[in-house]
């Protein structure tokens, strides 16, 4: 399985993630990304996406770790996940490029705007690599304020 992960670049971007080289996904509150971090499994690939005013996918990491209990969460029902990056896209997907393909029309990024973990499907992973290769602005992030995580 692939998936995607979305954050605000002013609360954690991707060059953030690659200056520091990994982090633990967390602060996930809603119920369905919850579901989406528990079926995450240690190697496989994720697409990040900067939310707010770029609204682009930039990067590839990897599920670094297995979920495991939030230790942040008293109830113990929500779960965290490690994440490691891989590297920054050759240029930025946006999302008006993805609405544009007929194969993203039912995707979750599309559909469920405050949806923050989902999966990608190998043919959609493919497309966003193809739109990744296509001229255009480079790849990249902001500089942080705090490393929170919203679900």
Known sequence: MNW????????????RLVQDGGTTWSGVRNPLAQK??????????VLYYHTGSERAVV????????????PDDA????VVVEIAPVG???????????????LFAAHPLVR????SVMPVSDR???VVERLASVPGPRAGGS?????????
């Open 112 to 115: 469920i705007g405050r949806l």
């Open 59 to 70: 990067g590839v990491a990897r599920v670094a770790s297995a979920p495991r209990a939030d």
């Open 75 to 78: 109830t113990g029902r929500r």
């Open 36 to 45: 989406h971090l528990r079926a995450m499994r240690r190697g496989e690939r």
């Open 124 to 126: 959609e992973w493919e």
């Open 143 to 151: 500089a942080p304020r705090r490393p929170a995580r919203k679900g």
């Open 88 to 102: 920054p896209l050759p240029r930025p997907v946006p999302l008006a490029a993805l609405k544009a393909e007929p």
């Open 4 to 15: 995607l992960v979305k954050e605000e670049p002013d609360s954690y971007s991707f060059d």
